[in-house]
């Protein structure tokens, strides 16, 4: 773009109440895309392209990524993690549970019965 406004050949054209980007080549005005695309596959464009990189530079790769995750995230072994996390969530409430029962009745109430407690929780056990 820079190049371009340097030699003065980028023109903003009002086409039916839109603005469109032209490049005044030596055949005439081109849309910018096209110049562009033509450019860049040119001799002189190639030197300023860059290979491309990063974790999709191969091309594909990315699509490959999205299917591989789809069929993970339907598949029996995301079920066995979220009901295991599930299962921990449960525990951790519990355990919760029996700590709020006053100590002198703890011993009566184990982990798999404390949500029955009859006491109120007490989150302020000292009112």
Known sequence: M???KS???LKLVEEDGHFKAQVDTDMGPMPLGSYVKDW???????IYIKKATGGDAQGGTGARFAEQ?????RGRLINIVFGL????????????RQLLIPEDERHHWPLWRAWLHPAKIRLLPWR
């Open 69 to 73: 995750w789809t069929d993970a995230t």
């Open 40 to 46: 860049s596959g040119s001799e002189e464009g190639k």
């Open 85 to 96: 996390i599930k299962m921990a969530s449960f525990f951790c409430a519990l355990k919760c």
């Open 7 to 9: 030699k003065g050949a």
């Open 2 to 4: 820079a190049l371009l």
